[in-house]
């Protein structure tokens, strides 16, 4: 119950922090997005890419950058459907409406790190950072976003590693 | 009281866990006579080789289940394009390895198109569900 309280405490009070601080979960998490996204990478936040480009890529799970990913029809329908009902689209977030803001009506972009928004966020990010071995890549949001797994990216617990 | 009961719960959820994951191989038996006139028993030492069997995927790149699972199922791997741990193969290792019968299917195929770029024949299977767990 109190963990509830806090929850609701917490989506509660987000309308009014600053883009940086604010969380990015979702209000209702699934849990089949939660454990099948998060097999093999972070479950990366829903509200960072458009609906356009989450019913692409899950139609494409079969070949998903490289690995295959396909999942059972009834969980990649689910999983779906969780993904557009909180797509930067959908979802009430300031940051969601930066997101489509920085997309062209034809872009469907497949990373969240090709949307012109990740993009400027990070301008200050030098190659040989994201190049640290305990970065990685830039897909890597936990290397610097310790509570990326929760939706925290509050800037301010921003933490590079060395 | 609580404790105690959840203590029970933990023991009997492991124990239903080792018992899914030791009948696994049979599940791939008679498949594997189906596809195969001359197969007899599925055989750990074939499993192994078989995990630790390097091939050249046709993006050239050199490929095999011991790469990402680094060539000790007991210890953790990691994903090769992401970075992201993967817990240990062996059951041994790992208690909830092999204890649920759909997730095993659903890896085998992502990981046989990965790695051998088709799919696994149920002999396969069965020899590298064996090996695993023969580890001690």
């Known amino acids: 119950m109190k963990r509830t309280l806090f929850v609701i405490a917490m989506f509660g009070a987000a309308p009014v922090w600053a883009d940086g601080n604010e969380n990015l979960a979702s209000a209702v998490a699934n849990p089949h997005w939660k454990t099948e996204c998060s097999a093999c990478h972070i479950a990366y936040p829903p509200s960072l890419l458009p609906e356009r480009s989450w019913r692409k890529l899950m139609s494409g799970l079969v070949k998903h950058f490289g690995q295959d990913a396909s999942l059972d029809g009834p969980t990649a329908q689910e999983i779906t459907a969780f993904l557009v009902n909180n797509s930067a689209d959908r979802a009430p977030n300031k940051r969601a409406k930066k997101v489509m803001g920085s997309l062209g009506p034809n872009e469907v972009p497949l990373r969240i790190t090709e949307t012109a928004w990740f993009v400027r966020k990070h301008d200050e990010i030098s190659a040989s950072v994201w190049q640290r071995p305990k970065v990685g890549s830039p897909a890597n949001c936990a290397a610097c976003h310790a509570g990326a797994e929760r939706g925290d990216y509050a800037e301010h617990r921003v933490r590079i590693p060395h | ?136």
């Open chain 2, 1 to 136: 009281m609580t404790r105690f009961i959840i203590l029970i719960a933990g023991f009997l959820a492991y124990g239903a866990a080792q018992a899914v994951a030791q009948e696994l191989p049979q599940g791939y038996l008679a498949q594997a006579r189906q596809e195969n006139s001359q197969f007899r028993e599925f055989s750990a030492s074939r499993g192994e080789n078989f995990y630790h069997a390097k091939r050249t995927h046709s993006n050239g790149k050199p490929v095999s289940c011991a790469a990402c699972h680094t060539d000790n199922p007991r210890s953790a791997g990691r994903n090769e394009k992401t970075g992201k741990e993967i817990l240990p193969m062996a059951p041994v290792a790992n208690k909830a390895r092999l204890a649920d019968p759909a997730k095993v299917e659903k890896w085998f195929k992502r990981n046989c198109q990965d790695v051998l770029e088709r799919a696994c024949t149920a002999q396969e299977k069965g020899d590298f569900l064996t090996y695993l767990l023969s580890i001690k």
